[in-house]
């Protein structure tokens, strides 16, 4: 996982909020407003009235997982340290035909509290990080609450 990739999905989905809740919004009034008359049948004034909630609830749902993901990305920052021990370094090709090598870091590190055993990986990195893991041993930044949500600090 990337550092801020959280932050990151967050502010994309704060933007899909805004674009649905502005397209909600016009569809609403610019619409379907002027379409509902004295003339309209209920079953009709409620279908065009239902037209605009779809919108309203795609702009909910987007804030609300923009919201989840900061909400992630603070805990991932105020998190704790823990050293991790790496389990493998692979090596691979990007796109078909193409000589580029990106590089996937795998990791473990075993909870004291409970004994459960979390996995860690670190992928497209472009160098080789083998050297700078002498010690077999990288530093994960994880969640205190939620240790599934994690940062590999290299």
């Known amino acids: ?16 909020a805004a674009l649905f809740l502005a397209a909600a919004l016009i569809v609403h009034f610019v ?27 795609f702009a909910a749902f987007f804030l609300i997982s923009g919201i989840y993901a ?3 990305d ?5 998190g704790e340290n823990v050293i991790a021990k790496v389990t493998g370094v692979k090596e691979y090709f990007i796109g078909t035909g193409t000589q580029k090598i990106h590089y ?27 050297e700078k893991l002498s010690d077999g041993k990288v530093v994960v930044r994880i969640n205190k609450k939620d240790p599934r949500q994690y940062f590999v600090d290299l």
């Open 1 to 16: 996982m990337k550092r801020h990739e959280y932050l990151y999905s967050a502010i994309l989905s704060f933007v899909g």
């Open 104 to 130: 996937n870091l795998f990791c473990e590190w075993k909870d004291p509290k409970n004994g459960k055993v979390y996995k860690y990986k670190k992928i497209n990195m472009p160098e080789n990080p083998s």
């Open 70 to 72: 900061l909400v992630n």
């Open 74 to 78: 603070i805990m991932i920052e105020k």
């Open 31 to 57: 619409v379907v407003n002027p379409l509902i008359t004295d003339d309209n049948t209920a079953f009709e004034t409620l279908m065009l009235s239902l037209a605009p909630s779809v919108l309203y609830i």
